[in-house]
T-cell receptor, first 115, second 111 residues
Framework: DTGVSQDPRHKITKRGQNVTFRCDPI?????LYWYRQTLGQGPEFLTY????????KSRLLSDRFSAERPKGSFSTLEIQRTEQGDSAMYLC?????????????FGPGTRLTVT | GESVGLHLPTLSVQEGDNSIINCAYS??????FIWYKQESGKGPQFIID?????DKRQGQRVTVLLNKTVKHLSLQIAATQPGDSAVYFC??????????FGTGTRLKVLA
């Protein structure tokens, strides 16, 4: 396994701009997750894909957020009309059943700062 | 780099001592649990997991204990090293796909 990768690692944007993040999961992991993490908190679930199907989207995710996983491999998370409250670490994770359960592995995250 | 968890509970231990980090989980139906380590500016790193039909599981220098009666997990780190300094989270898995993360604990290793 080469690990989950995310791009970019850091993004600074002005309020009102659109941003897009990419996640490449571990190959053959059919489950992919996006989380948001703010200081002092654990990762907060945003959305989940099984292969290319988006099966759940958190109520925390406003209409400005959209995620895709077009071919069941990499995924993108887009935030439109960014607001200062969107500043956070955006984490991607992938998982598959192995050993005792669905082992979930995280990428390094994309740190978003909205000015 | 930016710190994770500036206001988290903190456990300070002397280098070489054993550390015990605790976590209370919320759902009695959760059947799988993972401990993660998160260093500043990085994503959470998988450390060890355990199923609900187990009480204990050991890895390299780490042991996870599960008490289902009181919905409690603990992570024991033997001979704590400076590189163990990080924030530690537990995650519970219930249903078919969702993980719920507990409040993290910052571990500080004193030289």
């Amino acid at each position: 396994d080469t690990g989950v990768s995310q791009d970019p690692r850091h993004k600074i944007t002005k309020r009102g701009q659109n941003v897009t993040f990419r996640c490449d999961p571990i190959s053959e992991h059919n489950r992919l997750y996006w989380y948001r993490q703010t200081l002092g908190q654990g990762p907060e679930f945003l959305t989940y894909f099984q292969n290319e199907a988006q099966l759940e989207k958190s109520r925390l995710l406003s209409d400005r957020f959209s995620a895709e996983r077009p071919k069941g491999s990499f995924s993108t998370l887009e935030i439109q009309r960014t607001e200062q409250g969107d500043s956070a670490m955006y984490l991607c994770a992938s998982s598959r059943f192995r050993g005792l359960g669905y082992e979930q592995y995280f990428g390094p995250g994309t740190r978003l700062t909205v000015t | 780099g930016e710190s994770v968890g500036l206001h988290l509970p903190t456990l300070s231990v002397q280098e070489g001592d054993n550390s015990i980090i605790n976590c209370a989980y919320s759902n009695s139906a959760s059947d799988y649990f993972i401990w993660y380590k998160q260093e500043s500016g990085k994503g959470p790193q998988f450390i060890i997991d355990i199923r609900s039909n187990m009480d204990k599981r050991q890895g390299q220098r780490v042991t996870v204990l599960l008490n289902k009666t009181v919905k409690h997990l603990s992570l024991q780190i033997a001979a704590t090293q400076p590189g163990d300094s990080a924030v530690y989270f537990c995650a519970e898995f219930s249903g078919t796909y969702k993980y719920i993360f507990g409040t993290g604990t910052r571990l500080k290793v004193l030289a």
